[in-house]
């Protein structure tokens, strides 16, 4: 079997077990940083068709919108079940807030914008679970433009801005979770508002549809430690 063929079986495996497997664990669902955990939280239930939520919940009324027609876009604040690096585990991925800035912890953008992302990664199953990091053109996050343009994360200035409290990484161990954050250096035309788009182990994507505007609950926070 290839190696694809086998990532491919093993991602419809692991996402078709996650479910049973966060029964064995004492909390599943997750909450903010140090919080309870909260049923609001649980997560939704994996498509067959990928890692994906079946049922997108639509953004609200007043979210703003963003180009672009990917219809396959979740909205920003919703969850995707992800397989983790090397195979293992399964790690829920939730972005949940937009920043958009000139300048980040004095570092100005290269390229005229950053675009901050912040996300809640919260590990089902029975074991831990980390992202895929970036790998040429596969694997990692990235960025695609209204024009079709894209970007990947940490590219020009952007591994420059560190955001205390969203800076997660390493392992996440079964039923825990963490805030992380992605940063992309755009120019003014790339900003506004795109395509989010992650890539797991398995080659699996998920993809959200980003505002062009600030958009988010922890908005306020993020700006104020980019500014910092």
Known sequence: MSVNALGGTMRKILLATAATACLTLTACATGGPGGSHDSADKPPTAGAAGPQSATPTPPAANTPAAPGP?????????????????????????????????????????????????????????NAADEEPANGTKGGWRWIAANGQSVFEGTGAAHKVLVS???????????????????????????GGGILVYVDAAGGDSRWRIPAVDFGPQAADVRKRLAS
């Open 165 to 191: 409290g969203y800076n997660g990484v390493g392992r996440i161990e079964p039923g825990g979770h963490q805030l992380r954050s992605e940063v992309f250096d755009l120019t003014p035309d790339q900003a």
């Open 70 to 126: 990917d219809a396959a876009a979740l909205a920003l604040g919703v969850a995707s079940r992800t397989v983790g690096t090397e195979l293992v585990g399964i790690l829920e991925i939730t972005p949940t807030t937009v920043v958009y800035t000139r300048k980040a912890q004095g570092t100005a953008s290269r390229f005229g914008t950053f675009a901050v992302i912040t996300t809640k990664d919260a590990s089902l199953s029975a």
